[in-house]
């Protein structure tokens, strides 16, 4: 049920709406990961998280892993701490460079925006995940867009332009079992 939420989260808000340019391409490849991992403490995610390094590393084909930690890091505050460890962590071991991180959560907001702002939901997702992407890949995706500075603001745009209440409906229909395709 994670992992469907999941996906229909990436189907049905991130490629729907067109927050990542690059992930339909993935998706439509089936070159995605998902990994639901049992940690609820910052060491164990840690652990899930080189794992998965490894399992890039291990597997070329694999594209992008989305590590979906469902337990433990509920709270946003705690979640960004996770994650600048997880960064720590990823040049500690040499793998700046090789591989990016970007995070997802359901309360995500962004520094000094209001948590009601619909462009927090250009993050938000059902579950907290830390997205493990190729820095090559993303790399050549960014060379054939024709602006890709531009995607933030596009965006931030257009969720606003959406609206609060329909993006929250939209992210409460992506835990459901059935994809809602809205």
């Given at each position: 049920?994670?992992?469907?939420?999941?996906?229909?989260?990436?189907?049905?808000?991130?490629?729907?709406?067109?927050?990542?340019?690059?992930?339909?391409?993935?998706?439509?490849?089936?070159?995605?990961?998902?990994?639901?991992?049992?940690?609820?403490?910052?060491?164990?995610?840690?652990?899930?998280?080189?794992?998965?390094?490894?399992?890039?590393?291990?597997?070329?084909?694999?594209?992008?892993?989305?590590?979906?930690?469902?337990?433990?890091?509920?709270?946003?505050?705690?979640?960004?701490?996770?994650?600048?460890?997880?960064?720590?962590?990823?040049?500690?071991?040499?793998?700046?460079?090789?591989y990016q991180?970007?995070?997802?959560?359901?309360?995500?907001?962004?520094?000094?925006?209001d948590n009601?702002?619909?462009?927090?939901?250009?993050?938000?997702?059902?579950?907290?995940?830390?997205?493990?992407?190729?820095?090559?890949?993303?790399?050549?995706?960014?060379?054939?867009?024709?602006?890709?500075?531009?995607?933030?603001?596009?965006?931030?745009?257009?969720?606003?332009?959406?609206?609060?209440?329909?993006?929250?409906?939209?992210?409460?229909?992506?835990?459901?079992?059935?994809?809602?395709?809205?």
């Open positions: 049920m994670i992992i469907k939420s999941i996906n229909n989260w990436l189907e049905n808000i991130v490629i729907k709406h067109n927050f990542c340019p690059f992930a339909k391409k993935e998706l439509l490849r089936n070159s995605i990961r998902y990994y639901v991992s049992e940690a609820d403490n910052t060491e164990d995610a840690l652990h899930h998280l080189m794992d998965e390094l490894i399992f890039l590393d291990q597997h070329p084909e694999t594209e992008t892993t989305l590590l979906i930690i469902p337990e433990g890091f509920n709270d946003f505050d705690d979640f960004l701490d996770l994650v600048e460890i997880a960064n720590a962590l990823l040049e500690e071991c040499h793998y700046r460079g090789i991180l970007a995070n997802f959560h359901p309360d995500y907001c962004f520094q000094g925006s009601n702002d619909p462009a927090n939901y250009t993050n938000r997702a059902p579950y907290p995940v830390l997205h493990l992407i190729r820095e090559r890949s993303l790399e050549r995706a960014v060379a054939n867009h024709p602006d890709p500075e531009g995607i933030p603001e596009r965006n931030i745009a257009y969720a606003r332009e959406l609206g609060l209440e329909r993006l929250q409906s939209e992210l409460k229909l992506t835990k459901q079992t059935k994809s809602p395709k809205l």
